[in-house]
């Protein structure tokens, strides 16, 4: 199995404008302290870790939205890490990103056919309403919706709409940054089965960040597990879950609620 | 799959359009009689009559026939006065709102979403020309240039770019922020792109409520200027010069003073108004 992520030695850091002395440059707060890791080309890995984890952080870097200090962010043997503005644009095309919360992620001024269409045009594909509307198809929304605004749809819906845009495309790799936290149980489950299915039909490369174990054991074939920006835990999911390797994992593990009941709970 | 149709509109739009509407129609009247005036006047605003000199308005005695809102001093017909007076305060305010509103709220944009350089630049620009006093700075601003509707304009662009360049760079600042910007990256947009067809749409409710705002103000600044002879030749018509003229005989022929006043009035707030109501028109989101 080829890998089309490699990072090594990943390195980033914030400026903590609350600590900033009165003269010199503020304090930098470590985000990412040297992450090493590999994803596998066609798989689905999960991306888990509490809040402050540096799990969302890292994914805008593979994305390209931050730039990280220092390491190499090797997508399909380049190094993507130091490329500027410009050279990075064509190689997005390959980088899509759905984001957590689709009200705001999705521009509120523009009608849904646009919001799919114009990514389209921007990179040379066309951009019609017919490959809008195409894309809508694929994940399950009626072609009417294609003249809505986002704020007349559903968080679900909002979200297929998130997930079209990505997928319209064609592009190699996709990044989830905890799609389905906004929404109703059940949408979740019916968003988070749409992304597995599209995965495989397509091909792609997802990177699936979440807080939540039971999600990522449905959905993921691999699995990071990151703790104040390094990596505790990594493997395949099932290895991972049965046999964790630090502390942090352990209690993810032991905070996702059983799926039997025990039958004896009746009869006391 | 819920089929997720228009809401009915609610009390509260209905309040709103009443807001829209009302002065939308005193506008209307306005650009009506700017553009109509030799039409719609009943006398021609330069014609003096020491012979009927203070006429009272219609509805008291001694008022004559076609005098409506009566004479001043000259003997000039106060209500055809101030319908080319209307001609001079619409020029003004378009011309004027509209010269402060691109430059302004183009330095808003790029300060509030470049950041960096931009913003320090713009922002420290702004501190500066805040610390002048607006009502000096266009005293002697006129002064310098020589009085005329190009110096009142000029005065009110230069004065007030500042509001719009503070406004817009905050909601700039905030727009920028959202993940909409980050979501069009990742659609291949260019910064600039980024600036022009996301946030721009979603800046420019902010941006027409201000310009609407800024009609209304220019239209005092210009009544201002005229009231201390700054503006264009008292001959002309204009609200200002109106009033300016009318203070010294406000014992016995308030109606100089008092309706282009009204006027005036009606005109900073119908389009401050109208400002509110657009903003909130064309919000798909609040709509």
Known sequence: ?268 | MADVTASPRSRAGQGLNLRLWLPLTWIVILICAAVFAPLVAPQDPLMQDLMMERLPPFFMDGSEPGFWLGTDSLGRDVLSRMIYGARIALFVSVIAATTTCLFGSALGLLAGYYGGWWDRVISRLVDIWMAFPPVLFAVLLVAVMGTGLTSVIAAIALIDWTRFARVIRAETMVQARMDYVDSARIGGARRLATLVTEILPNVLPTIIALLMLEMGIAIIVEAILSFVNLSISSDDPTWGSMIAEGRGAIHFAWWVLLFPLIALFFSVLSFSTLGEGLKKRFDPVLQ
């Open chain 1, 1 to 268: 199995m080829t890998a089309l992520f490699s990072i090594r030695d990943l390195h980033l850091s914030f400026p903590d404008r609350g600590n900033k002395p009165l003269f010199g440059p503020a304090p930098r707060i470590e985000v990412l302290k040297g992450l090493t890791l590999d994803i596998p080309e066609g798989r689905i890995t999960g991306i888990v870790g509490e809040s402050g984890s540096g799990k969302s952080t890292f994914g805008r870097v593979l994305v390209r939205l931050l730039d990280p200090d220092s390491g190499q962010v090797l997508f399909d043997g380049k190094d993507i890490a130091t490329l500027d503005e410009e050279a990075i644009l064509p190689l997005r095309r390959d980088l899509q990103m759905i984001f957590q919360d689709p009200m705001s992620s999705l521009n509120p001024r523009h009608r849904v056919w646009r919001l799919i269409a114009q990514p389209l045009k921007r990179y040379g594909r066309g951009g019609t309403k017919a490959q809008a509307t195409e894309a809508l198809a694929r994940v399950g929304l009626p072609a009417a919706f294609a003249d809505r605004y986002p704020h007349q749809l559903s968080g679900g819906q909002r979200q297929r709409v998130g997930i079209a845009r990505a997928i319209a495309l064609e592009p190699r790799f996709i990044l989830a940054d905890e799609i389905v936290s906004g929404l109703d149980v059940s949408s979740q489950a019916q968003v988070l089965m749409l992304l597995k299915q599209l995965a495989e039909e397509m091909g792609l490369t997802v990177a699936f960040i979440s807080h939540d174990l039971s999600v990522i054991r449905h959905l993921c074939d691999n699995v990071v597990v990151l703790n104040h920006g390094e990596i505790v835990d990594a493997g395949p999911v099932a290895e991972v879950f049965e046999n964790p390797q630090s502390e942090v994992t352990r209690k993810l593990l032991s905070a996702i609620p059983l799926p039997e009941m025990d039958d004896d709970w009746f009869n006391d």
